[in-house]
């Protein structure tokens, strides 16, 4: 009796994602600061632009704000916060 092996494709790894929780007013003023400040972006980032940004660079824009000296210890503390409650989501 023989049988054959049937050979399936590899599945490709998912993809993830960030999600960035901005709970509060105070949140989303540093998250906006910092993008505005450190993104490539030659217009300025508003509230209703906010849920179109990717993900990846509202992260990195954060990471920036953290580590400078430009935001006062109570923004990067908020920084701190936003970034804590980051998540990874699997992109669909």
């Known amino acids: 009796m023989s049988a054959t092996i049937l050979q399936f494709p590899d599945r490709p790894p998912p993809q993830l994602g960030l999600m960035i929780p901005l709970y ?3 949140e989303v003023d540093v998250t906006l600061a910092s993008i505005n400040v450190y993104s490539r ?3 300025r980032i508003n509230e209703e632009d906010l849920p179109y ?7 990195q824009c954060l990471m920036l704000g953290r580590l400078s000296t430009i935001f006062s210890t109570t923004s990067k503390n908020t920084i701190k916060r936003i970034l804590a409650n980051v998540e990874s989501v699997q992109k669909t």
């Open 53 to 59: 940004l990717d993900a990846q660079t509202v992260w």
């Open 41 to 43: 972006q030659p217009y």
């Open 24 to 26: 509060t007013k105070e």
